[in-house]
């Protein structure tokens, strides 16, 4: 697991749940924010954060523009290419008109809160949760922020009424993202009913979020940013058996046993310090996770220190951060704190923008040129794409689960696959032999399970097997597989806008 995977689930842990804030915009004051953090998180939540976002930005020399930059969607996102899924920040934007970070340049603070309810969501498998919402601390004119906000997307806002305060949300997108505000100086947002849920706190007819996550949170202390989760059952499993730690010589059953999730971020004169706090259920399990961060720290130092081995710069700088590791126990809470070098910094978010980027460097298939647009559009509308199969485009909402479609399935429904960066196999075969081939390779291919759709395809000449990713595509007369697994290593979850597990 790459420092920078750590990273982004830390610095920017309360910046990825603000992919469901696109629709807000800015101010400077903070008046009314010291209710975020309790007073209007509702008893659904079991994740709560918060960012001090002038004081991150300045403290590590970095502005809005790389945060988003840094984050699981493309840039072409705010500037009139992609839309995003209907959760994410590309479903309230698909404006060229204006960036993200210019409607957010002035917001000081922003509050979030979300119920994580399946194990998916917290292990890397690109499922987001139905249920957050949260706050922005600025100062707000109703009337001029849903003007700028429509002029800048290009589409209509619908308004209701709800206690007495506006609520708006996105003509095309069925209300599911909603927003409001609330008073001049607190702008709110919400999917799953979760803003209706901050106005009836608002309203004082609801009692705010409770118990054990509430109060780990709280007892942060409020650094410049700070998150507390209850982790969701089962969760532990899957993180214990992920593939890339499925070599270790340790047993890593102990994570099954994590309960709560606490991170702190404090900025020092030179560092960002980072503060993980991972409370379990048991002191072994505790005692357990202590042994093998010592272990690991200790094997990496010793590898870099044999003769000839000067390593590469990335694997350079991870040591300098675990030198600095240290462990504290109490009980069955263990927190780990490292320090980031400020300096370091703007090279890990750069480093997000590329994860596993040099594989897209090969010759495997074609280059295609993106589509101007990547908006939704009505099911059943048809949508004309620039190739054959289409690589990139306007798109229906729904897309396919991955698997296999004898049956076939739209260009318009796939096109969406292909924005969440899954790899789509079509096929035109009228040979029985050749599709039950076809099969037998997939088979063999283990990214196909979370990342591929196959079809059949009429729009591809008989006897050919088509590979299409977001702006890449292959055409093979008969079954390559070698040339599908190859395909499928390059750009499995690497090239698109999103990147969503199907």
Same mark, same amino acid.
């Given at each position: ?17 603000? @992919? ?19 007073s209007?998180?509702?008893? !659904? ?17 970095l ?49 979030v ?53 506006? #609520?708006?949300s996105?003509?095309?997108? /069925? ?15 919400g ?16 009692? *705010?979020v409770?118990?054990a ?25 899957r ?6 730690l499925? /070599? ?27 503060? #993980? ?25 010793s590898?870099?220190?044999? *003769?000839?081995?000067?390593g ?12 600095g590791?240290? @462990? ?8 780990i @704190? ?7 910094? *703007? ?27 990547a ?31 004898? /049956? ?15 790899i789509?196999v ?9 599709? @039950?081939?076809? !099969? ?11 990342w ?6 009429e ?41 969503i597990?199907c």
């Amino acid at each position: 697991m790459g420092i920078t995977r750590v990273f982004k689930w830390t610095v920017l842990a309360a910046a990825l749940l603000l @992919t469901g804030l696109a629709a807000a915009a800015c101010g400077g004051g903070d008046e009314g924010s010291n209710r975020t953090t309790g007073s209007l998180v509702p008893q !659904r939540a079991n994740l709560v954060g918060s960012v001090e976002v002038d004081q991150l930005l300045t403290g590590i020399g970095l502005g809005l523009e790389d945060i988003f930059s840094a984050l699981p969607f493309d840039s072409s996102d705010w500037t009139g290419g992609a839309s995003g899924d209907e959760h994410g920040a590309g479903s309230l934007f698909s404006a060229d008109q204006t960036k993200p970070w210019d409607l957010f340049s002035s917001v000081s603070r922003a509050g979030v809160f979300a119920e994580i309810s399946s194990a998916a969501s917290l292990s890397g498998d690109g499922a987001e949760p139905d249920y957050f919402g949260g706050l922005l601390h600025g100062t707000f004119v109703e009337a001029e922020l849903i003007a700028d906000l429509e002029a800048a997307s290009g589409t209509s806002l619908v308004k209701e009424a709800y206690k007495g305060i506006n #609520v708006y949300s996105w003509a095309e997108d /069925d209300g599911e993202t909603t927003m409001s505000v609330l008073d001049d100086s607190t702008f709110a947002f919400g999917t799953g009913g979760a803003l209706k849920d901050i106005i009836d706190l608002w309203a004082g007819d609801a009692e *705010p979020v409770s118990g054990a996550v509430i109060e780990a949170f709280n007892g942060l202390g409020g650094g410049v940013f700070d998150l507390a989760v209850k982790i969701p059952q089962g969760s532990g499993d899957r993180l214990g058996s992920l593939p890339q730690l499925e /070599d270790l010589p340790i047993s890593l059953d102990f994570l099954s046993d994590l309960d709560i999730l606490t991170v702190r971020g404090d900025l020092k004169d030179d560092s960002l310090e980072l503060a #993980v706090g991972m409370d379990f259920t048991t002191e072994e399990a505790a005692e357990s996770l202590d042994r093998f961060i010592t272990g690991i720290v200790s094997l990496m130092s010793s590898a870099s220190g044999t *003769p000839g081995n000067t390593g590469q710069p990335e694997d350079q700088g991870l040591l300098r951060l675990l030198g600095g590791l240290e @462990t504290k126990r109490d009980g069955s809470l263990l927190t780990i @704190t490292i320090h980031i070098p400020k300096s370091d910094i *703007p090279g890990l978010f750069s480093g997000m923008t590329a994860v596993d980027g040099e594989k897209s460097e090969t010759s495997i298939g074609d280059e295609v040129s993106i589509m101007p647009t990547a908006n939704h559009v009505p099911e059943g509308q048809k949508v004309e794409y620039s190739t054959a199969p289409p690589t990139s485009g306007n798109h229906w909402n729904r897309w396919a689960e991955c698997g296999w479609y004898a /049956d076939g399935l739209p260009d318009e429904l796939i096109t969406h696959n292909l924005e969440h960066g899954n790899i789509v196999v079509s096929y035109n075969f009228a040979n029985p032999a050749r599709v @039950t081939e076809l !099969r037998l390779a997939l088979d063999g291919v283990g990214l196909f399970r979370d990342w591929g759709v196959a079809r059949a395809y009429e729009g591809i000449d008989e006897g050919q097997v088509a590979l299409a990713a977001w702006g890449r595509l292959a055409l093979f007369e008969g079954v390559s597989a070698g040339e599908i697994g190859r395909f499928f290593d390059a750009f499995a979850g690497i090239l698109g806008p999103e990147r969503i597990a199907c």
